[in-house]
Every structure is written in structure tokens, then in C-alpha cells.
């Protein structure tokens, strides 16, 4: 099931969207001409890593500030095409409305804001673990927390995959982006426990679920709420 395109009208030019896809291209791009060892160094200087973000707020490095920027830097990092390019396709479909609501400016704020508080969500949940977590996932996800929001009587046109042939529905956005929500909270709460092996390693699900809780408390504390829309100039 792939959300296609809302129906919307917006009344600027997504310009901030369109810079953070083309961004995430660029960085992925650049990821492809690495070598394995120079992809490896490379996400481990960039991507965030829970047990090195633990160390330095126990100042056990040298420059533990430095550690602050992962929050930022692994939103910008990917693991492959379909991580790319379903990151990117959320973006896409729900990421204008929302710089339309708020303004380039605000939407950017916004955008990087869910992006590193969901890196911090997955961090307390699981703070000594080594494993670099990347993706744009978490601040997309607050996007999707502003859009049902702010749009909750939205369709989505989505393309469901039959046997032989693609059809595509319309989907109210409260229900398509509460079930992806939802879902996403029952990952988290099963990935507490040891015992429960969600076959699908390496998601940060609870980035995914803070990023969502966040897009709706800093949406409105943005403006998203407001009944004027940004016009352009």
C-alpha cells in the first residue's frame, strides 16, 4: 500500500521539501561512490549511535558535542533504495501541505526539530546500543503527525497491488496515517521485550513513533493551526 498524492491545493512553492529531497539524494548518491570500509567509517562518523551519544553525555569523549550533530546528520543518511525512495515518497506526498501551513522557514525548524527529538526518543529507549540508526523515518514521521492533524478529513489516493495489476483507492488520511501509527506504537512496545522477535531488524521504530507524537505537539506550537496560510511573495 503507497500513499500517492493528497488532494490539497498548496499556495506556495514547496521549495524546503524539494531541498530536502534533492539533499537526501545528494548524500545518497555520495554514499554510493564509498567503499564498503569507507561506507562503514562514514556512517559511523554521521550516523547516530545511541551508545556513543550516551558517552558523551558522560563525557567519556573527547568531544562530546560533537555527538549532538548525529541528531541532525543521520536524518540526511539512508540504507538502501527502498529506504530512500520510501522515505522520500512520504515526503513528497505529505511534506508540501505542511510547508504550506507553516512556511518555509517555520517547516524547516519543524522538519530537523521531529527529526532529532525522534533520534532522541530511540535513544531512551535503547541507549547502549551500538548499532547506527539512519533515515529521514523520524522527521517524516512528525510530518505525518502535523498532516493528520491539521487535515484529518483528507484522502489519500493509494495504490494497492493486486495479483496481475495496481488499483488505487481513496483513503481518509486519519484512518491511513492512524494505522500506520498505531502500528508503528505496537512495534515499539514489542521491541521492550526479548521475547518478542518482530522479523525485521534495524528499524528504529520508536523514532518512528516519537517523530509522529512530536509533529503534533510542535505543529501547533508553529502555527499549524492557524486559519491563515502563507501566501507567496
Known sequence: MV????ENPITITPVVTYGLIGLNLVVFLYQLTLSRGGLDQFLDTWALVPAQLSDSF????EEPLYEWVTLLSSMFLHGGFFHLGGNLLYLWVFGNNIEDQLGHVKFLIFYLGCG???GLTQWLFDPYSTVPTIGASGAIAGVMGAYILRFPRAYIITLIPLIFFFTTIRIPAIFFLGFWFVQQ????????????NLGAGGIAYWAHSGGFVFGLILGPLLGLMGDKRPRRR
Open 3 to 6: 500513499p500517492l498524492r493528497d
Open 185 to 196: 506504537a505496537l512495534y515499539s512496545l514489542a521491541s521492550l521485550s526479548d521475547r518478542v
Open 116 to 118: 532529532a527529538l525522534a
Open 58 to 61: 558522560q563525557g567519556f569523549l
